[in-house]
Nanobody, 125 residues
Framework: QVKLVESGGGPVQTGGSLRLSCVASGSLDSSYSMAWFRQVPGNEREGIASIYTGPGGSSYYADSVKGRFAISRDNAKATVYLQMAGLKPEDTAMYYC?????????????????WGQGTQVTVSS
């Protein structure tokens, strides 16, 4: 029902910033959480940030990005953002937006059943 399209990725130098966007089409009611995952070849897809779209809007972060990345939402625009700062080469990955309903394990892959196609972030020194 919900379709997701990511944008904002690209090449960036170490220490730089990027903002990723994920626009959702279709209905996105207050039962949804939205999340950002990332994946590099040979590794599992890793949940890095999640936000509940309903009242109270709790957010969650992986330890690897705490203090550097911030997830936010604009429900009126059906858009979630990932503001990334202090980027490191180890942040290089394909970044995916995801949506799921009634999420309990907020950074768990199995909680999300709708995925975007990904946007590549490449951090160089």
């Amino acid at each position: 029902q919900v379709k997701l399209v990511e944008s904002g990725g690209g090449p960036v130098q170490t220490g730089g910033s990027l903002r990723l966007s994920c626009v959702a089409s279709g209905s996105l009611d207050s039962s949804y959480s939205m999340a950002w995952f990332r994946q590099v070849p040979g590794n599992e897809r890793e949940g890095i940030a999640s936000i509940y779209t309903g009242p109270g809007g709790s957010s969650y972060y992986a330890d690897s990005v705490k203090g550097r990345f911030a997830i936010s939402r604009d429900n009126a625009k059906a858009t979630v953002y990932l503001q990334m700062a202090g980027l490191k080469p180890e942040d290089t990955a394909m970044y995916y937006c995801a949506a799921g309903r009634w999420v309990a394990d907020h950074l768990g892959r199995s909680e999300y059943n709708t995925w975007g196609q990904g946007t590549q972030v490449t951090v160089s020194s």
